[in-house]
Structure formats: structure tokens, C-alpha cells
């Protein structure tokens, strides 16, 4: 893949594909950057597909909410430490080179899932091989997409990429629901399997290449624990909402709805289907210098998105607090993420990307340790102090700066 200084753009002056306003799309995206757009955009079918039913799935087997917890803590704590290995591999063999082996590890990990409910113990082997997806997939991705996005309007490539996944995510849902309750989990694993190995396909087209280079493991940990980004630092721990959203959201959806997988991919297909638009007017907002403001305004919005989840008792509830939750995450997300994206042009585009994700990590362990403290704790209901957490750690984007 041609360096930074080669890649020519690519200029769209119609987007006859998309229709109606152009400017809420990326004018000028690279080659490359549209590789990655259609590779993420078929992973993310595969994801969207399983990603929902991942914990409910586990739920199914038999799995307590607390085994549920410490599988995702084992996978979150070995992460943080193979990070800045998988950060090594990128380095030195290149970004794209990353995310083939990340989506071969995620093969893998399905095929555990589904040997789960032949033996409980596999468990252990899929915590490991999705370590291992993670710790090979996210440095490449990040990587690959901060080296070749355009400054100018890179708020309205990031909302792009993100309406991208949103469209894949309302299909994903319900055909995984539809593709379990006929066929069970174990088909809906092969069908993800599939697609993930042709994800691969469009970051074939364009040869990518680079020069290899040194990257330190011990330096990648010492930066944590530089104080002076300290308000960067809490604003990435917010992420530790996102665990709560991944894991126990789902069980309770399906909890709500008497067990039916369908009903669950079903009302989160709709409600995605509804904020997609959201997406691309945030994304140009965030290139017109509204960065922060638009992000302290999601920061704030989720807060009682979160208190909402803890009185839904139905569907159409279900409905409504999934569209909120949605709109107010891409409030977010979009413009801290082109500030990732930003910063880590200017002091290295590795070093920063690996930063942030051990700091997004951290936070992901830490919401773990507050469900599993509530988990074994609380004797009540403990869905209500769960999302209560996830309006704790919501608050903390709103720290960010540029």
C-alpha cells in the first residue's frame, strides 16, 4: 500500500450511490481508506450477527452473570498486557498484515464458542483466541485507518465508517436471530466464519507498503502512567461503558422479552435503522471545529440514557432507549475519536493508537470489577446499580481536550 505521500484521492464529485447530501460524506477518501470501508463493513456483518447473542449465548448455557463477568475480565486482562505485542507485529509487518491474522484468530474463537456447548470448559480456550483477535486486529485497524485519513474531513470519514457498520448492524441482528432460532448458534458461527475470511478480499486490492520499525513494549506501559495527558486518560476510561452495553444489556433485552432471540435482533435492527442518519450529521459537525462540544454534549445525553435502560419492562421500551443510547454514543465516539485520530498524526501514529487502546482497556476492566462487585455484593436487583455504573464512566468523555 503506497505511503501517506503517494496515496492520491480519490475525488467523488456525485455519490450518485448515496444520492442526496453529499456533503455529509467524505469527499476525498483515499483508496485505502475505502479498502478498509468495505472490509470493516463485512466483518462487521459477521460481528453484527454474533456480537448481540455473544452473552446471551453463554447465558444459554448455563452460564451465571458473574461466569459471564470473569470471562470477559480474562480476556480484557491478558489483552492489556499482548497489546503492545500485537503493536510490534503491525510495525513490522504492516498494518494490513495485522488484521489478517486478528480475523484468522476470530475464526478460531467462534469455533470455541461453538464447542462450548459440547464441553463448558472451551470457555477458557476462546477467552484466549479472542485475546489474540483483539490483540492483532485493533492495532492494525486503528493504525491503517489514522495513517491514510484526511485531516480536513476525517469527522465525516470516521461518521461514514460508522454509518457504514450501523447499516450492516440492522441486518446483522436480525438475520443472526433468524439464522439461530432455524439453524442454532452453531450455524450462526459458521455463517460469521465465513464472512469474516472474505473481509480479507478488498485489503488485497491495493499492495500495502511500508517501512519496517521499532516499537517498545516498555515505553508503550510507561506512557500510562504520564499524568500530564491525565484528562485525555479519564476521557479513554470512559470506555468502560461500552463493556456494560456489550455484555449485560443483551441479557436483560432478553430477559425482557421471555427469551426470544428473534424479538431481541429484531428491535435492535430497528432501532438502528432509525439513528443511522444521526451518524452522518454528527460526523460533519465534527469537522466544522465542534469537536468538543458536540462530544460534552453526548458525554452528558447518555447519562440518563443509562437511568432509562433500568425502568424499560417491554419491547417498544427497549426500542426507544436503544435509539437514545445510539444517537448519544455517536456523539461521542465521532469526534473523540477524530481527535485520536488527529493527536496521533502528530506524536506517532502507533505509539498514540497503542495508548489509547490500553487506557480504553483499563477502562473496561474496571467496569468489569464494579458489576462483579455489585454481582456478589447486592442482595436486590442489580440491574439498576449496573447501569448506574454505566452513567458513571459515560461522564468521564466529557474530559477530553485537544
Known amino acids: 500500500m503506497p505511503g501517506v505521500e503517494e496515496g492520491h484521492p480519490i475525488q467523488h464529485q456525485h455519490h450518485s450511490f448515496l444520492g442526496?447530501?453529499?456533503s455529509y460524506f467524505a469527499?476525498?477518501?483515499?483508496?485505502?481508506?475505502?479498502?478498509?470501508?468495505?472490509?470493516?463493513?463485512?466483518l462487521d456483518l459477521a460481528v453484527a450477527m454474533v456480537l448481540l447473542f455473544e452473552p446471551i449465548y453463554l447465558y444459554k448455557q448455563g452460564f451465571s452473570l458473574v461466569h459471564i463477568m470473569f470471562f470477559y475480565l480474562g480476556v480484557y486482562v491478558l489483552?492489556?498486557?499482548?497489546?503492545?505485542?500485537?503493536a510490534k507485529f503491525a510495525k513490522w509487518h504492516g498494518c494490513e498484515k495485522s488484521i489478517l491474522v486478528g480475523?484468522?484468530?476470530?475464526?478460531?474463537?467462534?469455533?470455541?464458542?461453538?464447542?462450548?456447548?459440547?464441553?463448558?470448559?472451551?470457555?477458557?480456550?476462546?477467552?484466549?483466541?479472542?485475546?489474540?483477535?483483539?490483540?492483532?486486529?485493533?492495532?492494525g485497524y486503528h493504525g491503517d485507518f489514522a495513517k491514510y485519513s484526511l485531516k480536513e474531513e476525517r469527522g465525516r470519514e470516521i461518521g461514514n465508517m460508522i454509518a457504514i457498520v450501523s447499516t450492516v448492524f440492522v441486518i446483522g441482528p436480525l438475520l443472526g436471530g433468524l439464522i439461530s432460532s432455524i439453524g442454532g448458534f452453531t450455524m450462526l458461527f459458521i455463517v460469521a466464519s465465513i464472512l469474516i475470511l472474505l473481509s480479507n478480499l478488498p485489503l488485497l486490492i491495493t499492495k500495502e507498503e511500508f517501512r519496517p520499525s521499532h516499537f517498545s513494549y516498555?515505553?508503550?506501559?510507561?506512557?500510562?502512567?504520564?499524568?500530564?495527558?491525565w484528562r485525555s486518560f479519564l476521557s479513554f476510561i470512559g470506555y468502560g461503558e461500552e463493556l456494560i452495553v456489550m455484555t449485560m444489556w443483551p441479557i436483560f433485552i432478553y430477559i425482557v422479552l421471555k427469551n426470544n432471540v428473534l424479538s431481541v435482533g429484531g428491535i435492535i435492527a430497528l432501532s438502528t435503522l432509525v439513528t443511522s442518519i444521526?451518524?452522518?450529521?454528527?460526523?460533519?459537525?465534527?469537522?466544522?471545529?465542534?469537536?468538543?462540544?458536540?462530544?460534552?454534549s453526548g458525554s452528558l445525553f447518555r447519562i440518563p440514557v443509562w437511568f432509562g435502560r433500568a425502568i424499560v419492562t417491554n419491547g417498544f421500551g427497549v426500542f426507544l432507549v436503544d435509539i437514545f443510547s445510539r444517537i448519544s454514543k455517536t456523539m461521542v465516539s465521532v469526534p473523540l475519536t477524530a481527535l485520536i485520530y488527529t493527536q496521533a498524526k502528530r506524536s506517532g501514529v502507533m505509539n498514540?493508537?497503542?495508548?489509547?487502546?490500553?487506557?480504553?482497556?483499563?477502562?473496561?476492566?474496571?467496569?468489569?470489577?464494579?458489576?462483579?462487585?455489585?454481582?456478589?455484593?447486592?442482595?436486590?436487583?442489580?440491574?439498576f446499580l449496573m447501569f448506574a455504573l454505566g452513567a458513571l464512566f459515560s461522564i468521564f468523555y466529557s474530559f477530553a481536550r485537544k
Open 278 to 296: 444521526a451518524i452522518l450529521f454528527i460526523g460533519k459537525l465534527t469537522d466544522k471545529k465542534n469537536e468538543l462540544g458536540v462530544l460534552r
Open 79 to 86: 489483552y492489556f498486557f499482548t497489546l503492545p505485542l500485537g
Open 218 to 229: 516498555t515505553d508503550a506501559l510507561k506512557r500510562i502512567f504520564n499524568f500530564k495527558e
Open 20 to 22: 442526496v447530501f453529499p
Open 27 to 42: 469527499q476525498k477518501a483515499r483508496a485505502q481508506v475505502l479498502e478498509l470501508f468495505v472490509s470493516t463493513a463485512i
Open 352 to 383: 498514540y493508537i497503542i495508548y489509547f487502546e490500553m487506557i480504553l482497556v483499563l477502562g473496561k476492566i474496571l467496569a468489569i470489577l464494579g458489576v462483579l462487585a455489585i454481582l456478589t455484593t447486592y442482595q436486590g436487583d442489580p440491574w
Open 103 to 139: 480475523t484468522v484468530f476470530y475464526v478460531f474463537y467462534f469455533l470455541a464458542l461453538a464447542l462450548i456447548a459440547w464441553q463448558p470448559w472451551f470457555i477458557i480456550l476462546a477467552s484466549i483466541l479472542l485475546t489474540l483477535q483483539k490483540t492483532f486486529y485493533w492495532p
